[in-house]
């Protein structure tokens, strides 16, 4: 079993406890923030790429859960326990856990009740980001976690939690949601990569010598993701041959090149939807060439239809 860990971490000369960084966020402030978004019982997406929010009133049992890639779970309050094969982590709002790649796991919330919810948010972060803070921080060539291993539970430590408040204060206003929030994200990304949870964050995106050409070929996607694509065009533009660019891709993304695509249209469509557009028109900016292939996919993805999905966040 996967043991939990208490240790916080050592300040040090430019380490995440820097002078001036080290305040904590008023008491309550994250419970708070966490529970104006889950609104509802259960699960809610938020208006960000990869954020959703979570709500049990009650103590509930083997709820199967499916991660599908590096997550970060931070509690506002309650306690829950996951776990994964042989493995078991119990958390509370004193730690947070990690998730290093696609798994499916059983949750169990342990402590809750109607005055006083389970509360938390589950933030997907993406692959890229990881790639991208990697290569700025010069360490993609850093050994990750033990591949066993596909999960950890660490103290929810001052610089981590000040980036989550962040986060959460941000997405509230649309501006600040499309401005400010992105930048929380990076902040929220270079905190882990400095805390005990760094090798496990660095697990979630292989280690390559071609990693500086694929991050160039993430940008290449992302800048181009409303048109149509193919291997052999986004290889030409990386200068690699294209069998061995979708090897190496799938080595430093843990994902195809053509499904890393369809996850960035689908977020991609999903904002185009929350700023108004329709259905058909998200799908063809977003790079779909059927509209009704684009309804199975995001049906697939977020659990409802297009039209469903934008309606929730159009509140009176």
Do not use: W
Request: hydrophobic share 45%; aromatic share 6%.
């Amino acid at each position: 079993m996967l043991q939990r860990s208490r240790a916080r971490l050592r300040p040090g000369p430019g380490g995440p406890h820097d002078a001036g960084l080290d305040r904590a966020v008023p008491a309550g402030e994250r419970a708070a923030l966490i529970a104006s978004q889950a609104e509802a019982e259960g699960c809610t997406d938020a208006a960000f790429p990869g954020l959703r929010f979570v709500r049990v009133s009650r103590p509930s049992t083997c709820r199967i859960l499916h991660a599908l890639g590096p997550t970060l779970t931070v509690v506002g309050q309650g306690r829950t326990t996951a776990r994964f094969d042989d493995v078991e982590l119990e958390y509370d709002a004193s730690r947070y856990a990690i998730m290093a790649r696609e798994a499916v796991f059983e949750e169990a919330v342990t402590e809750a009740d109607s005055s006083s919810p389970y509360l938390a948010m589950n933030l997907e972060i993406p692959p890229d980001a990881i790639a991208r803070m990697l290569l700025a921080l010069a360490d993609v060539s850093a050994e990750p976690a033990a591949e066993a291993a596909p999960a950890l539970v660490s103290d929810l430590d001052t610089p981590i939690e000040d980036a989550v408040v962040r986060l959460l204060r941000a997405i509230r206003d649309p501006v600040e949601r499309r401005i400010v929030a992105p930048l929380a994200l990076e902040e929220l990304i270079f905190r882990l990569l400095r805390s005990e949870a760094a090798a496990m964050v660095r697990s979630a995106v292989g280690r390559d010598r071609d990693a500086d050409k694929i991050e160039a070929a993430m940008r290449f996607l992302r800048a181009n993701i409303e048109r149509p694509l193919s291997v052999e065009e986004v290889a030409r533009h990386v200068a690699m041959s294209p069998s061995h660019f979708a090897h190496r891709f799938r080595a430093v993304a843990r994902v195809s090149p053509m499904r890393y695509l369809k996850q960035l249209r689908l977020q991609h469509a999903r904002a185009l939807l929350l700023s108004g557009l329709r259905a058909s028109e998200a799908a063809q900016r977003a790079g779909y060439e059927s509209a009704s292939h684009f309804s199975r996919d995001f049906k697939r993805c977020f659990g409802v239809a297009p039209g469903d999905y934008a309606g929730r966040f159009r509140k009176p």
